[in-house]
Structure formats: C-alpha cells, structure tokens
C-alpha cells in the first residue's frame, strides 16, 4: 500500500489523530481561544514548556516549523485521560506540527498538592499502558516498544510509553506509525510529551533529550 493510502487505510494511524481529536494539524489550527480562560496566568508559566525549535533540535530530520499556543489543545490519541488525571488545579499546552505527518504536544497539569500530583502520574501511564480509544486499521497491528523510566531526568520521575502501528503480513506495503508519551511529575506538576508520526516516529535517544528538557524546565 502506498503512503497515501495509508493516511486512508490506517483509522489508528497518523492521520487518525485529527479524526480521533488528537493533536493533527486541524485540531491545532481550530483549537479553541475561548479555552484560554481555563488557563490559570498565574499558576503555571509557559516559559516551562518546550518550544518549536527545541522540537526541531531534537528531531533534526523532520521539519517541525509550526508552534500551536491557543489554549488548551483537543484531547490526544488516547484520550483526555492520557494528559491529565482528577481535581486539575491549572493546565496548558502547546502543540508542534510539520503540518504534514508528524504532531506533538505538551500537555502541563497542576494539583492542589504532591499526592494528588502522583495519582494523576499513575492514572496517566495506566491509561497509556491500555489505551483503547482508538483501535488499528484491519490491515495493522499494534504493539508497546517503550515502557521505560527516563535516567537522567529531572523531578520525581520521568516515564516513556511508546506503542507502534505496524502492518500486517497481508499489507507489507503500508506505512508504520509511531506514538511515543513522555510522562513527567515534579512535586505538584505533570507533564506529557505526546508525538506521532508516520514510520517508527521520533528516535528514542531524540525523544529522551525532549523528555529531559521538558522536565528540567517544569516547576514544582
């Protein structure tokens, strides 16, 4: 199967995220201004998020040239439980896009305290660990590749999930697609790093120094 008829064929694809209400280019374009008000100026600071070009630093070989910062992005493949866990005190995001294939966000969420913090860290990777809301398309398969903490990181802890779209022996033609989450808590807050692209997505020691930036920029 061709790349093109991947973007059709693979429903839990790359192209599946804007259809999902993942972070594809039209969910960041049509990201909702009005959501802003949601967002607490004073809680939390976007100068400890991570930019477009530290994207493009990290993931050199993709044209990564379009920072989304409009309030809270739509929800993530898979779903808002992915980026978030109970009783939020503050969040933003920001998304990054080559507006071809590949889309990334960061997701920050704040809690009253460090214990309501690490019970949202769980419920996190417990949903990424069996994230159902999206299934592939019959002529894929999909498999964890990544289940591991980030050493070196700063904050409490630093975890990366990744799962992979692969097709099947019937369709060896189709493109892959790669979903890697880094997951951070600091004292009260959270992070997740949410990429996908066509192929494998970003490479592991790529999407490691993006995890360490992002944690090492996020308060307590």
Known sequence: MTGGRFRLAVVAGVAALAVAGGVGAAGLRNADAATEQAVSATALSRSSMLTVGEVKKADARRDWIRQVDRGILPK????????????VSARMARGFTDEMDAYGAQYVSQYANAATARAAYNSI????????????????ARKITENRVVKGASGDLTQVIRWYDYPKPNDPGSEA???????TLKGRNVSVLAFSEMGPGVPAPNFDKLARQAAAKIGR
């Open 76 to 87: 993530t493949y898979c779903g808002p439980a992915s980026t978030e866990g109970k009783k």
């Open 125 to 140: 990777i417990a949903t990424l660990k069996s994230c159902t809301y999206s299934k592939p398309a019959p002529t894929h």
């Open 177 to 183: 697609g790669g979903f890697p989450y880094a997951v």
